[in-house]
């Protein structure tokens, strides 16, 4: 049972990439997913989540409106647009699987991170011109 993220880089400020993570021997669609990020000599925080058939999503305030979570349950893969990028937005980006949108949300929206079900590896996001 693995979630595998990719899509990072060094990117510009104001540039965009979108962040993948894959579910390999998940049933996808059982399991809430979430986006965490570790920035440099901070804590991990959360970011964004999405519901179980993805209807609803929530966000940290500083990436409301600039980064946009969807997943593709046929592809068993959560996504993470990031436009608009800052360089405070650079930092190790990480994907989560939990039974329960509401734990994530805990994490994502109160600083309250959980002991999710599945953690995946992260993947390097740099914000630099």
């Known amino acids: 049972l693995q979630l595998q993220a990719s899509g990072g880089g060094l990117v510009q400020p104001g540039g965009s990439l979108r962040l993948s993570c894959a579910a390999s021997?998940?049933?996808?669609?059982?399991?809430?997913m979430g986006w965490f990020r570790q920035r440099p000599g901070k804590e991990r925080e959360g970011v964004a989540c999405?519901?179980?058939?993805?209807?609803?999503?929530f966000y940290k305030d500083s990436v409301k409106g600039r980064f946009t979570i969807s997943r593709d349950n046929d592809r068993d893969t959560v996504y993470l647009q990031m436009n608009f990028l800052k360089p405070q937005d650079t930092a190790v980006y990480y994907c989560?699987?939990?039974?329960?949108?509401?734990?994530?949300?805990?994490?994502?929206?109160?600083?309250?991170?959980?002991?999710?079900?599945?953690w995946g590896q992260g993947t390097q996001v740099t914000v630099s011109s």
């Open positions: 999405i519901s179980r058939d993805g209807d609803t999503t």
């Open positions: 021997g998940l049933i996808s669609d059982a399991y809430a």
């Open positions: 989560a699987a939990d039974s329960s949108t509401q734990a994530l949300r805990v994490g994502v929206q109160e600083g309250q991170i959980l002991n999710y079900d599945y």
